[in-house]
């Protein structure tokens, strides 16, 4: 099941953040966390969390959105900033329901555009993303 993140779930979503900071070889502080935990369940600043459970309820995926506007249309953008389901539910479907449900937001919102980033090494996830989306000829830089 997909549903929003809430205050209650922080213990669980951690868990499932610094996995996901680990494979992508990232630290954040434990400031940042905590921080970008309470952003994701006010969503006062457009950023949204998402999580998918298990049928016992436990968390095992999770995706963040943000809106923003842009200079090339009325509507806003959704960028998916962060998606990732633990090693033991891969291969379930559960990333693709995460997908869909990040899709239906951003219809519900009027999104003109969901836009998401991966690592060249990420095969896998990169093997789903070419069946939901296309790839872009965009190169990413950042300073």
């Not at 006062?44 to 016992?56: K, N």
């Not at 200079?71 to 990333?95: I, Q």
């Not at 519900?108 to 690592?119: C, K, L, N, P, V």
Request: glycine letters at 4%; one cysteine or more; aromatic letters at 14%.
């Amino acid at each position: 099941m997909i549903r929003p993140l809430v205050a209650a779930d922080f213990a669980a979503w951690e868990q499932l953040w610094l996995a996901y900071l680990r494979f992508y070889r990232a630290e954040v502080s434990d400031e940042i966390t905590a921080s970008t935990f309470r952003r994701l369940c006010d969503k006062g600043d457009r950023m949204i969390g998402l999580v998918a459970t298990d049928e016992q309820g436990a968390l095992v995926g999770l995706a963040h959105l943000v809106f923003h506007p842009s200079t090339w249309s009325a509507s806003p953008y959704c960028y998916l900033e962060d998606l990732f389901v633990a090693p033991a539910t891969r291969g379930t479907g559960t990333a693709r329901q995460l997908l869909d449900a990040v899709f239906a937001e951003a219809d519900r919102r009027g999104a003109a555009r969901t836009y998401w980033e991966t690592q060249e090494f990420n095969a896998p996830a990169r093997s789903l993303y070419d069946q939901v989306a296309h790839r872009t000829s965009f190169v990413v830089y950042e300073r």
